[in-house]
C-alpha cells in the first residue's frame, strides 16, 4: 500500500513539475514583430507591447502581468530602441500593467485618470512598497501629447468600450496606433461592466479612433492588423450592440438571448481562457450584453 501511495505522490510530483516548467516557459517566451522601421510589437502572456524608437529612447505600451516579463520587455526594447524614456498603460488590468515595476522607480508612465484610479482602487496590494514607484504619475482625461524630439505620441482618450478610462497611443509619423483592450484582433473581447465597460458605447469609441490617419493598428490581443481589420472588430460589436437593445425591448431572459442571440460577425473568433479563472468566449460576451441592458452589474465606485 505504501509503495503505491508513494507512486501516486511521484507521479503528482512529476506533473506538478512539467506544468510549472510549461508555466513558466509561457511567461518568459516572447515574440517580436517588426510593424515599421521605429515601431515593434512584442507578443507574450498578456496584452500586446508596443515599442517606439524615438532618437532619444524607447516609448513602451504596455508591460504584461509578470515582474519576470517587465524585464524582459525593457532588456528587448533597449535592443530596439534605447533606454525607455516613457511607459504607457492602456488601462488598469494586470495582464497590461504587472510588468511596469521591472523598469526604475519614479519612470514617467502615462495613464488616464481612471485608470490610475481603477489601480488603486481595485489592485492596490500589487502597488504596494517598491511597486508604487511605477504607478502612472502623469494622467489625462481625454488627451495628451507626447513629444521626445522626432517622434509625437498622442494619447487620447475616445469613450467607453472595454472600460471608462481606456486611452489608445498614437504614433503620428509611422501612421501606427496601439488601441489596448479597445480592439481584440479576432478573439472575443473582455467587457468590463464594473469598470465602466460598455457594449452600447464602444462602437462610437471606434468610430472616434477611425477618424485618425492611421495605416496600421496593434491590438490588445490578437495580431497586428489594419483599418480593415478594425472595421471588422467594429461590425462584431456593433451586432453585439443591436443584442442588447432587443433586450432593452423585449425583455428577454439571458437564456432567451443566449439561443435567439443574431450573432455571426465572430466567425473564426477564438477563445481566451484561463483554466478556472476567466473564459471569453461567445457566451461570455452575449451574457455580458445581457448584463448591460438589464442593468444586472454592480459598478466600481472611485472615491
Given at each position: 500500500m505504501r509503495r503505491i501511495v508513494g507512486a501516486v505522490f511521484?507521479?503528482?510530483?512529476?506533473?506538478?513539475?512539467?506544468?510549472?516548467i510549461y508555466g513558466y516557459l509561457k511567461v518568459v517566451t516572447l515574440d517580436v514583430e517588426r510593424v515599421t522601421d521605429d515601431v515593434h510589437v512584442i507578443y507574450g502572456l498578456g496584452g500586446n507591447v508596443g515599442v517606439l524608437r524615438t532618437k532619444l529612447g524607447a516609448v513602451i505600451v504596455d508591460t504584461m502581468s509578470f515582474r519576470l516579463q517587465g524585464r524582459q520587455i525593457r532588456e528587448r526594447a533597449e535592443r530596439l530602441a534605447g533606454p525607455t524614456q516613457a511607459i504607457v498603460n492602456t488601462h488598469y488590468h494586470l495582464d497590461h500593467?504587472?510588468?511596469?515595476?521591472?523598469?526604475?522607480?519614479?519612470?514617467r508612465v502615462l495613464s488616464t485618470q481612471?485608470?490610475?484610479?481603477?489601480?488603486?482602487?481595485?489592485?492596490?496590494?500589487?502597488?504596494?512598497?517598491?511597486?508604487?514607484?511605477?504607478?502612472?504619475n502623469e494622467?489625462?482625461?481625454?488627451?495628451?501629447?507626447?513629444r521626445l524630439e522626432d517622434k509625437t505620441v498622442r494619447l487620447l482618450h475616445p469613450g467607453r468600450g472595454h472600460t471608462d478610462g481606456?486611452?489608445?497611443?498614437?504614433?503620428?509619423?509611422?501612421?501606427?496606433?496601439?488601441?489596448?483592450?479597445?480592439?481584440?484582433?479576432?478573439r472575443y473581447p473582455n467587457i468590463d461592466l464594473e469598470a465602466g465597460g460598455s457594449v452600447r458605447e464602444w462602437v462610437a469609441s471606434i468610430d472616434r479612433v477611425l477618424e485618425l490617419d492611421f495605416d496600421t493598428v496593434i491590438p490588445g490581443h490578437g495580431p497586428v492588423t489594419d483599418r480593415e481589420g478594425l472595421r471588422a472588430f467594429r461590425h462584431f460589436m456593433q451586432q453585439l450592440a443591436a443584442i442588447g437593445e432587443e433586450v432593452a425591448r423585449t425583455g428577454r431572459t439571458l437564456e432567451e438571448t443566449l439561443a435567439r442571440a443574431r450573432l455571426d460577425a465572430d466567425a473564426g473568433?477564438?477563445?481566451?481562457?484561463?483554466?478556472?479563472?476567466?473564459?471569453?468566449?461567445?457566451?461570455?460576451?452575449?451574457?455580458?450584453?445581457?448584463?448591460?441592458?438589464?442593468?444586472?452589474?454592480?459598478?466600481?465606485v472611485l472615491r
Open positions: 511521484a507521479v503528482l510530483a512529476l506533473v506538478a513539475s512539467i506544468a510549472a500593467t504587472h510588468g511596469n515595476p521591472a523598469f526604475a522607480s519614479g519612470m481612471r485608470t490610475r484610479a481603477y489601480l488603486g482602487a481595485l489592485d492596490a496590494s500589487y502597488w504596494m512598497g517598491d511597486a508604487s514607484g511605477t504607478l502612472p494622467t489625462f482625461e481625454q488627451d495628451y501629447e507626447l481606456d486611452l489608445v497611443a498614437y504614433f503620428v509619423e509611422d501612421r501606427v496606433v496601439h488601441m489596448g483592450d479597445l480592439f481584440f484582433n479576432r473568433y477564438q477563445v481566451i481562457a484561463i483554466p478556472f479563472v476567466m473564459r471569453l468566449d461567445r457566451e461570455f460576451v452575449i451574457r455580458r450584453t445581457w448584463e448591460e441592458a438589464t442593468g444586472r452589474f454592480e459598478r466600481v
